[in-house]
C-alpha cells in the first residue's frame, strides 16, 4: 500500500525511527529490570505492554497525527473473522514449529523454567496480570510500534516487503530470547503481511493478543489432558495438516477480500 500513503508529518524518516528503536530498548530493558526487583518476574511483562511509551511521546510531542502513524484504522468484520481463523490456524503450525526447534535445541532449564514460571496462573491476580499485559496491552502496544510506526516508514522508504521482513526481525530482537527467535520472526512476517494487505493494525492486534492468550492456556492445561493435541515433542500430524490447509485457503480469501483496498 505503499502508493496510497502519501509523504505526509505521520511518516517519520528512517534516522528518527532508528534513535527511537534505541531508546525503546533501553527504556525496556531498564524498566523490566526494575519491575522484577520490585514485583517480581511477573511484574516484568508490564515492559512488554509500556514498549509504545516512547514512540507515543515522540509522537505527542511532535504533533504527529496520532491514529495515521501508528496505522490505526478499522477492517471488516469479515476481515476480522478470517483473521481469527489464520490466528488459529499460525498457532498450531507455530506451535509445532516451536517444538521441533526445541526438540533439536532445547532451551537451557533455567530459562524454560523461569518462562514456565512466568506464564503459569497461580491466582486470580496472575490471570488478570497475565490477560491485561500479556494479552491485551501487549497485543496494542507492540503491533502500535513494529507494525504501525516501524513498518510503515520502512514500507514508505522501502517497499513493502522489506518494511515486512525488518520489521519482524526487530520483533523478535527485542524479546531477547535466541530461542523462539525463528519462531517469532515467521509470526512477525504474518503479523506484517495482514498489516499490509488492510492498511491497518487491527488484524495484527487480534493474531497477536488471540495467540497469547492460547500460548497461556496451552501452558496451563496439563499435559495428560492435552493428549489429543500433541506430546511434549510434537503436534499430531492431523492438526497440523488440518492448520496448514485452512490457513492456505483462508489466506487467499482474506487476499481477496482486502485486495478492494488496492483497486
Known amino acids: 500500500m505503499q502508493g496510497s500513503e502519501v509523504q505526509d508529518s505521520s511518516i517519520i524518516k528512517p534516522g528518527q525511527m532508528a534513535l527511537l528503536l534505541v531508546f525503546t530498548f533501553i527504556f525496556v530493558l531498564l524498566f523490566g529490570s526494575i519491575a522484577v526487583l520490585l514485583g517480581g518476574p511477573k511484574l516484568g511483562l508490564l515492559s512488554e505492554s509500556l514498549v509504545i511509551l516512547p514512540a507515543v511521546v515522540y509522537v505527542v510531542i511532535t ?9 490505526i484504522a478499522p477492517i471488516s468484520a469479515v476481515l476480522a473473522g478470517q483473521t481469527v481463523l489464520i490466528t488459529l490456524c499460525t ?5 509445532a514449529l516451536d517444538r521441533l526447534i526445541h526438540r533439536f535445541f532445547p532451551m537451557p ?10 506464564m503459569t ?25 513494529f507494525r504501525g510506526l516501524i513498518q510503515r516508514t520502512l514500507e514508505h522508504y ?3 516487503a522489506m518494511g515486512i521482513v525488518l520489521s519482524s526481525v526487530f520483533f523478535a530482537l527485542v524479546h531477547f530470547n535466541p530461542w523462539t527467535a525463528i519462531q517469532i520472526t515467521l509470526l512477525g512476517l504474518v503479523l506484517g503481511y495482514l498489516t499490509w494487505r488492510t492498511g491497518s493494525i487491527l488484524s495484527a ?7 497469547n492468550l492460547l500460548s ?30 485452512v490457513f492456505i485457503v483462508t489466506v487467499r480469501s482474506f487476499n481477496r477480500r482486502s485486495g478492494e483496498l488496492f483497486d
Open 205 to 211: 492486534v487480534i493474531l497477536h493478543s488471540v495467540n
Open 63 to 71: 504533533r504527529r497525527p496520532f491514529l495515521r502513524t501508528f496505522r
Open 158 to 160: 522501502r517497499d513493502p
Open 91 to 95: 498457532f498450531v503450525l507455530g506451535d
Open 109 to 118: 532449564e533455567e530459562w524454560l523454567e523461569a518462562l514456565v514460571s512466568l
Open 121 to 145: 496462573i497461580d491466582s486470580f491476580g496472575d490471570a488478570v496480570l497475565l490477560f491485561s499485559s500479556a494479552v491485551l496491552m501487549a497485543g496494542i502496544a507492540e503491533e502500535m510500534l
Open 216 to 245: 497461556i492456556v496451552l501452558l496451563n492445561i496439563p499435559e495428560q489432558r492435552l493428549s489429543w493435541y500433541g506430546s511434549e515433542n510434537h503436534v499430531h500430524w492431523p492438526w497440523i495438516a488440518a492448520a496448514l490447509l
